[in-house]
């Protein structure tokens, strides 16, 4: 269904057209009625205004203001020369309106309540003459144009809901923040672009919290969630334009920073980071916790994210190692000579594939 607020805005508008032809079409001679029938109208506009929007899509709610609209129109405005035409437009108008039911089974039954309506209306004035009877089947043929375009909308909307349940989340569903999944793929492409631009240089922050597990051990899975969800917040504060935090998995974060000159660069954000992230936490009781924090740079030797990323995560234990609440930048030096060369041979490889392209 479209959205509820849109929704609103669409009823409002017909019901304010409505509004409009009725008193146009109300003679002189019926002006007495018109104080009690523009009480009745008013309750079912401030009604459609301020119902709550779980109520204003509710097939229910929209099926009286429609047929309440219906009712006033064909029991107050006789049928005459100069009002037929103007009758035909309200109903018009009032199938316009019953085709934004969300069930096409309740779209079918104030359709043809409203039709049938129209008919006895005609029948009890005597005027069921091959011109009007010939209306009938003109409203019933609008009522099935309507009707098409209901099956279509729907149908419409369904493959549109299922090709986004299809698609997979980029969200980490307990902090809102980019999954593992989705942090890679914007390093992969940082590191594209790197290619383009060798000027455009960016790091890694792989973040292990500080005294998370006894705090999770002691106070339960619920304070922890706590944590780690208040902590997600700090990290974006703590973002520049651009850069992206995510969830690595269980209390580990990933950051990953655009446009960085330098080292001091990712340094700077780093400090920041640790000195939010000391402030105590309010979880049911105040609790605290550090960081240890690990610093790769896209001017490593790599040949794709995870060579990153594990390069930051062997810096972040580094951090541990020297005290924890700190941060290590990684080099070249810190790594394995097996996987160095490796490397080596993986980005020549790649490089040479490129250039042969």
Known sequence: MMKIASFRGYLLLLQVIFLTLYGALLQPSELGIAGGVSFLLAILTILAFIVPLPWLGAPWFHSMLTLGNGWI???????????????????????????????????????????????????????????????LPAFLSITLVFLSKMGVFQAEIQRLTDDKSRQPSTKDPLTGLANRAHFLEQVGRSIQNRYLNRNCHFAILFIDLD?????????????????????????????????????????????LLNHVKSPADAAHVAETILSKLRSPLDVGESVAVGASIGIAMSTNLHEG??????????????????GK??????????????????????????????GGQ
């Open 73 to 135: 129109l064909l029991a107050t405005i006789p049928h005459a020369p100069g009002t037929e035409p103007g009758m035909i437009g309200a109903l018009t108008l009032l199938l316009a309106m019953a085709s934004y039911l969300s069930s096409i089974p309740h779209f079918v039954i104030v359709s043809s309540l409203l039709i049938g309506g129209y008919g006895w209306s005609l029948y009890q004035a005597d005027l069921l003459q091959t011109s009007t009877v010939l209306l």
């Open 211 to 255: 005294g998370f597990k006894p705090i999770n051990d002691k106070l339960g899975h619920k304070a922890g969630d706590a944590v780690l969800q208040q902590t997600a917040k700090r990290l974006q504060g703590c973002m520049r334009k651009g850069d992206l935090v995510g969830r690595y998995g269980g209390d580990e974060f990933t950051v």
């Open 325 to 354: 609440n700190c941060y290590v930048i990684s080099d070249e030096s810190a790594i394995e000579k097996a996987d160095l060369k490796d490397r080596w041979k993986r980005v020549a490889r790649m490089n040479w594939s490129v």
């Open 305 to 322: 994210p995870e060579d990153l990323l594990r390069d930051a995560d062997g810096a972040m234990y580094r951090a541990k190692a020297q």
